[in-house]
T-cell receptor, first 116, second 115 residues
Framework: DGGITQSPKYLFRKEGQNVTLSCEQNLNHDAMYWYRQDPGQGLRLIYYSQIVNDFQKGDIAEGYSVSREKKESFPLTVTSAQKNPTAFYLC???????????????FGPGTRLTVL | AQSVTQLDSHVSVSEGTPVLLRCNYSSSYSPSLFWYVQHPNKGLQLLLKYTSAATLVKGINGFEAEFKKSETSFHLTKPSAHMSDAAEYFCVVRSSEGSQGNLIFGKGTKLSVKP
């Protein structure tokens, strides 16, 4: 059963703590992405990775960090430096990047992070 | 700069009546355009995409969208709404400037379907 999995579905964190969100895909996609969604807004790009051991900042990278040690995995860490971390976080992947024929993005089910 | 505007934040229809969700885009190039659907607390599902082939694009679940360059529009339609269509819909343009391949999202249109 191919697809993108994110865990956990719901996550609660105390202020000042770092937390890591998991994203795994078995689609053999090279590119992976992290987005943040807030109520009434579209998605905003946090980080993306075109290939293993490479990643780039998106529009709102401050307070977040990522790694891409394996093709299948792209974990996102929300650090204590992120001022307003409560949001819905979505991971996506695409076959590659840069070509309209192959960079269609497919999304995971999301993780809802709440900071208490 | 590229952008996308969804003209209605909320649309309400009765079951069995047509659906129209409006989207206008701004792009200097021939754009790639997408519609995604999101059910509550779920991820986004791709409904359809336009990549400069046929201007009328058919998607899943009976949805379709027409690319009109002269109007810079990419409206989403469905002839007959089902209760299961109630969700939020996002119009998206693929950036061909700066970071190519990045997606630019509209703010979403929430579709309600009344019985």
């Amino acid at each position: 059963d191919g697809g993108i999995t994110q865990s956990p579905k719901y996550l609660f964190r105390k202020e000042g703590q770092n937390v890591t969100l998991s994203c795994e895909q078995n689609l053999n996609h090279d590119a992976m992405y992290w987005y943040r969604q807030d109520p009434g807004q579209g998605l905003r790009l946090i980080y993306y990775s075109q290939i293993v051991n490479d990643f780039q900042k998106g529009d709102i990278a401050e307070g977040y960090s990522v790694s891409r040690e394996k093709k299948e995995s792209f974990p996102l860490t929300v650090t204590s430096a992120q001022k307003n971390p409560t949001a819905f976080y979505l991971c996506a992947s695409s076959l590659d990047r840069g070509r309209p024929s192959t960079d269609t993005q497919y999304f995971g089910p999301g993780t809802r992070l709440t900071v208490l | 700069a590229q952008s996308v505007t969804q003209l209605d934040s909320h649309v309400s229809v009765s079951e069995g009546t047509p659906v129209l969700l409006r989207c206008n885009y701004s792009s200097s190039y021939s754009p790639s355009l997408f519609w995604y659907v999101q059910h509550p607390n779920k991820g986004l599902q791709l409904l359809l995409k336009y990549t400069s082939a046929a201007t009328l694009v058919k998607g899943i679940n009976g949805f379709e969208a027409e690319f009109k360059k002269s109007e810079t529009s990419f409206h989403l339609t469905k002839p007959s709404a089902h209760m299961s269509d109630a969700a939020e819909y996002f119009c998206v343009v693929r950036s061909s400037e700066g970071s190519q391949g990045n997606l630019i999202f509209g703010k979403g249109t929430k579709l309600s379907v009344k019985p």
